[in-house]
């Protein structure tokens, strides 16, 4: 609720379900293994069907990312990059985060 709410302040023109179906994907997607994402897409899929999911653009951010790795002598990876992504998404409605496991 509080990733959806900072949404829709965020993006007052989104209309209530594409926000929630953001907020579920955007705070739950970071949780998951790489095998369960398709499986949880597709319930999304069924719990709002013929609705179309936005991505977002990360512009700025993702530059960024990708110029501190080329900087690191690190490849930009895209899966890399969205999982840099996700913990920053992650961050910003959890008050205490824990990496945990294999990077990928």
């Given at each position: 609720l509080v990733m959806a709410g900072q949404l829709k302040r965020a993006n007052p023109e989104l209309e209530e379900h594409i926000v929630l179906i953001r907020a579920?994907?955007?705070s739950n997607l970071p949780k998951f293994l790489h095998d369960d994402v398709p499986l949880f897409m597709s319930i999304?899929?069924?719990?709002?069907?013929?609705?179309?999911?936005?991505?977002v653009?990360?512009?700025?951010?993702?530059?960024s990312i990708e110029f501190e790795m080329?900087?690191?002598?690190?490849?930009?990876?895209p899966s890399y990059v969205a999982k840099i992504?996700?913990?920053?998404?992650t961050m910003l409605v959890r008050h205490g985060v824990?990496?945990?496991g294999l990077t990928l």
């Open positions: 579920l994907r955007d999304i899929q069924d719990l709002f069907p013929g609705v179309e999911i936005p991505n653009d990360y512009g700025r951010l993702q530059e080329d900087k690191a002598k690190l490849q930009p990876v992504i996700q913990l920053f998404e824990m990496v945990v």
